[in-house]
């Protein structure tokens, strides 16, 4: 199997300890090392570092070398622009397609998966189904709430069993939806989280590449030419910017008729905001998670994230505090979204040097 590792986000949702220079994948968010080392630690016994490959960009491949000290340099892809996923995980399959047609598996750099074990369980499954079948695999989270900031998943007629684990075919991908529409979803069952983990054989992900989006396949033969050779880097920054630039569910996947789900329960969280990771985190008695020292007085569901630090707080409820270095967020729950917004006001305000 390969592994295929996407790394190229700038994670602006998580500012101000995510920042331009070291984005939220390299951080260390739950005191288990940054996000990305658990990633690759995770995929460690299913893909060997010769079989994973690293989808980044320019100005953090020296990051991705740090963190992943054992994949070698020429599995690392840095974008020369940015295209979104689809266009990288199409290199990746050339990457891949060079050694093999083995099923490679793609996941966010970023997400926390808390039981490994089913994690590596469903994903030998979906693996083992993906070298049988021309399909295109997915993995749907089971919702355990009407969350409204996730792409959902609407599973169709059961298409099987492998190992133990049903999997349906797709009947369609949904947007991020309002309140209502999703709480329609998690009340009428079938409906499930769109985890961006993916799995297929290189040689199928080529060719839905080639019917979807058939603009991009010239840049990407000129690219794959290249790979393993000199010209690579060169090659890269004359094609790549000449690929489409869309993701892989709405260039991909909301048009294939081969793709297949697999219903998840790992224990997953894509930790998209300070909100989320509060749900993530142990809490004390009043519901409060923290990371870093802390002492609170009468205040209830918060998040203090003071690593190495230490917060005081009295009488406060339904707060995110965060503190890195000499900068402090301070947000009502349910607002952690608006950080971005937030990262504008900021270089209005001549602080370039805090993004």
């Known amino acids: ?83 979104n996923t689809a266009p990288s995980l199409a290199v990746a ?24 074990g089913a994690f590596h369980g469903i994903v030998a499954a979906a693996a083992a189904v993906a070298a049988e079948r021309e399909a295109l695999v997915t993995f749907g989270i089971a919702p355990t709430f009407p969350a409204t900031g996730y792409g959902y998943i609407e599973a169709g007629p059961l298409a099987g069993e492998k190992a133990g684990r049903l999997f349906h075919e797709v009947t369609r991908f949904h947007e991020k939806p309002d309140a209502d529409r999703a709480r329609r979803y998690v009340e ?20 839905a590449w080639e019917r ?5 396949v010239e840049p990407l033969d000129r690219i794959a030419a290249a790979l393993g050779t000199d010209e690579l880097a060169e090659t890269a920054a004359a094609e790549y910017p000449r690929m489409p630039a869309v993701s892989v569910d709405y260039g991909i996947l909301e048009k294939a008729e081969n793709v297949l789900v697999f219903p998840a329960d790992l224990g997953w969280s894509d930790v998209g905001s300070w909100d989320a990771l509060a749900d993530v985190l142990d809490r004390d008695g009043d519901g409060n998670a923290v ?36 900068t402090v967020l301070v947000c009502r729950k349910g607002d952690s979204q608006r950080v971005r917004e937030l990262i504008d006001a900021v270089g209005k305000a001549g602080r370039d040097d805090l993004l």
């Open 188 to 207: 009428r069952g079938g409906f499930y989280w769109n985890s961006g983990i993916f799995c297929w054989r290189p040689s199928i992900f080529l060719s």
């Open 291 to 326: 990371a870093g020292g802390c002492a609170a007085i009468d205040s209830r569901r918060c998040l203090f994230f003071n690593p190495g630090g230490f917060t005081a707080a009295v009488g406060v409820d339904d707060l995110v505090v965060v503190v890195e270095g000499s």
């Open 1 to 83: 199997m390969y592994a295929v590792i996407i790394a190229g986000g700038r994670g602006t949702r998580f500012w101000p300890v995510s920042r331009s220079k070291k984005p939220k994948q390299y951080l260390d968010i739950t005191g288990e090392g940054s996000m990305i080392s658990v990633t690759r630690r995770r995929l460690a016994s299913l893909a060997s570092p010769g079989k994973t490959f690293v989808l980044t960009v320019a100005d953090q491949v020296d990051l991705v070398q740090g963190e992943c000290p054992d994949i070698p340099g020429e599995n690392i892809f840095a974008e020369p622009a940015g295209r």
């Open 93 to 116: 399959a050339a990457m891949a397609r060079r050694g093999g047609d083995e099923p490679m598996l793609c996941c966010p750099a970023d997400h926390l998966i808390a039981d490994t």
């Open 212 to 216: 979807h989006l058939p603009d991009g």
